[in-house]
């Protein structure tokens, strides 16, 4: 089950300097989408979301935009602090339907 | 901040043993779901519960698996019979009426 991927397992940024994440899906029935961030021996911490009828959503320092014709969406972390170092996994939902489908996580490493 | 709490926090169980994870969801959540991830890889959904019963389920929960909200706090997840490929953390999640599920800690279960 491929639905939501992940493609880089990793990614190391400069503290101060802007994070990028990736996530890509193939559901075209998927209409909200979610980041979450997990530290060790923690659970998914929920971020920041977005609904299919938006291409950008914006919390602080966190912004996911969504390229629906690309089946695309990215977060952006800016800037970044050295306790963004975790786990982040793209999430998506179906609207009506119960479960979130994830993606394989990218493991966050931000370097003073 | 309410939280999702679970218990225990690791579980050690012999293989055809049963096992009962506990979680006490947010108390004003009315959606609560099980997920699992087997180590080094993804976030799994199992079941989703609402109204007393259960709404989605995947095909990874069997007959083996069974879920109960025994009182108005607990929601309680129970494997029957386990197997060594039951090895997996599993996460409790809740939610009111938006898409975003908050998650608990996780327990680590073992089948040995």
């Known amino acids: 089950d491929q639905q939501v991927k992940q493609n880089s397992p990793s990614l190391s940024v400069q503290e101060g300097r802007i994070s990028i994440l990736n996530c890509d899906y193939t559901?075209?029935?998927?209409?909200?989408f979610l980041w979450y961030k997990k530290y060790p021996a923690e659970g998914p911490t929920f971020l920041i979301s977005i609904s299919s009828i938006k291409d950008k959503n914006e919390d602080g320092r966190f912004t996911v935009f969504l390229n629906k014709s690309a089946k695309h969406l990215s977060l952006h972390i800016v800037p970044s602090q050295p306790g963004d170092s975790a786990v982040y996994f793209c999430a998506a939902i179906i609207q009506g339907a119960q479960k979130l489908v994830f993606g394989q996580g990218t493991r966050l490493t931000i370097n003073p | 901040e309410p939280e999702v709490t679970q218990t225990p926090s690791h579980q050690v169980t012999q293989m055809g043993q049963e096992v009962i994870l506990r979680c006490v969801p947010i108390?004003?959540?009315?959606?609560f779901y099980w997920y699992r991830q087997i180590l080094g890889q993804k976030v799994e959904f199992l079941v989703s519960f609402y109204n007393n019963e259960i709404s989605e389920k995947s095909e990874i929960f069997d007959d083996q698996f069974s879920v109960e909200r025994p009182d108005g706090s607990n929601f309680t997840l129970k494997i029957r019979s386990t197997k060594l490929e039951d090895s997996a953390m599993y996460f409790c999640?809740?939610?009111?009426?938006?898409?975003?599920?908050?998650f608990g800690p996780g327990t680590r279960l073992t089948v040995t």
């Open positions: 559901n075209s029935m998927f209409d909200y």
């Open positions: 999640a809740s939610t009111d009426i938006g898409y975003e599920q908050y």
């Open positions: 108390s004003n959540h009315l959606y």
